[in-house]
């Protein structure tokens, strides 16, 4: 089964038995992320400098893709093009829905509802065919313990996922120093076309800045 970037993502952070979320947050970046580079990859989409562009409104097929260009067109209110900070910002929070619903509707995961304390609604996504998690994480195993060449989706995953720090999710118990560095190599190698090359970098910088005023912004509140 073919999941998107954003889905894997996704199921990389969810708990397999709980079904809960890890790094909820940081997540929530590299799905927003992983969303915006399927579509650079399906040159829906441009990403240049600090700038996103949409190109081609096209539809691809797949819900969660094409309800973003239909997102981003409305967010663009006629623009040519907007900061890709703004977008990652405003989409966070709603992409991880988002995945979260198109994981269900696949069948990988299942939705429970309950109730903490008997009061306040929770909802959690257990896993319910484990195979494509056990794929992605063997093939990430092969590109990053093992040295594998990447092709350019495996390649983006890997720079999505260290560019929001989320080393320990992929590899829970891996070496996490020869992790981080191997994610790095595979990040700013020529896996791609220049152009996506560039839409990564650009995307990895822009999700660096709004981390880093996350954690201040954060910071500052909690003094």
């Not at 797949?62 to 900061?83: F, M, N, P, V």
Request: proline share 3%; aromatic share 4%; hydrophobic share 45%.
């Amino acid at each position: 089964m073919a999941i998107t970037l954003a889905e894997e993502i996704m199921l990389l952070s969810l708990d397999d038995e709980s079904g809960s979320a890890k790094q909820r947050q940081a997540a929530g970046w590299a799905v927003a992320g992983g969303i915006l580079l399927e579509l650079v990859l399906a040159e829906r989409v441009t990403v240049a400098g600090k700038y996103l562009e949409l190109t081609d409104t096209t539809p691809t097929g797949d819900q969660l893709l094409d309800s973003r260009t239909a997102l981003i067109e409305t967010w663009l209110r006629g623009r040519k093009q907007r900061r890709v900070t703004e977008w990652l910002t405003k989409d966070q929070a709603k992409a991880v829905g988002a995945a979260l619903e198109s994981l269900c509707t696949r069948g990988v995961v299942v939705e429970e509802k309950r109730k903490a304390l008997g009061v306040f609604p929770m909802r959690r996504y257990p896993e319910a065919d484990g195979a494509v998690e056990a794929e992605l994480r063997e093939r990430l195993r092969a590109v990053v313990l093992e040295g594998a060449e990447p092709d350019v989706r495996t390649a983006g995953l890997i720079a999505l996922i260290h560019s929001a720090k989320l080393h320990g999710l992929a590899f829970p118990e891996g070496p996490r120093k020869q992790v981080a560095a191997r994610m790095a190599q595979v990040a700013d190698g020529q896996w791609a076309a220049e152009s996506v090359h560039a839409a990564i970098r650009d995307m990895q910088a822009a999700m660096i800045a709004i981390t880093v005023a996350t954690t201040a912004t954060t910071a500052a509140a909690g003094n």
